[in-house]
């Protein structure tokens, strides 16, 4: 198992950027696909973004793409999402997540990530 702990979350008004960092410890981490995931509250938890271990291939949800980048560094063991022109839409609980399978591209299913972090907070006002 890997931990994984999220950070860089808070308050930014609508428009505004937010970079959130995803630290990884334990298993080899680099040969991992990684995923972002949200939860806004009374809603169902969903895919945001993923890359592949390589970092070679990304994946955006619609509703992100062109306003948010996932990256990874893996000398550093982390991956970051960086988040521009945010929405109060936005607005929710931001989790990272490894794939089960290493080697792996990146996946917009939740069931194919077996550790995940606790989670941060991102909070856009209008």
């Known amino acids: 198992q890997v931990q994984l702990v999220e950070s860089g979350g808070g308050l930014v008004q609508a428009g505004g950027s937010l970079r959130l960092s995803c630290a990884a410890s334990?298993?080899?981490?680099?040969?991992?696909?990684v995923g972002w995931f949200r939860q806004a509250p009374g809603k169902e938890r969903e895919f945001v973004a993923a890359i592949s271990w390589s970092a070679y291939n990304t994946n955006y949800a619609d509703t992100v793409k062109g306003r948010f980048t996932i990256s990874r560094d893996n000398a550093k063991n982390t991956v970051s999402l960086q988040m521009n022109s945010l929405k109060p839409e936005d607005t929710a609980v931001y989790y990272c997540?490894?794939?089960?399978?290493?080697?792996?591209?990146?996946?917009?299913?939740?069931?194919?990530?077996?550790?995940w972090g606790q989670g941060t907070q991102v909070t856009v006002s209008s």
């Open positions: 997540a490894t794939r089960r399978r290493q080697y792996g591209t990146g996946s917009s299913s939740q069931d194919d990530y077996d550790s």
């Open positions: 334990g298993r080899t981490f680099s040969t991992y696909a």
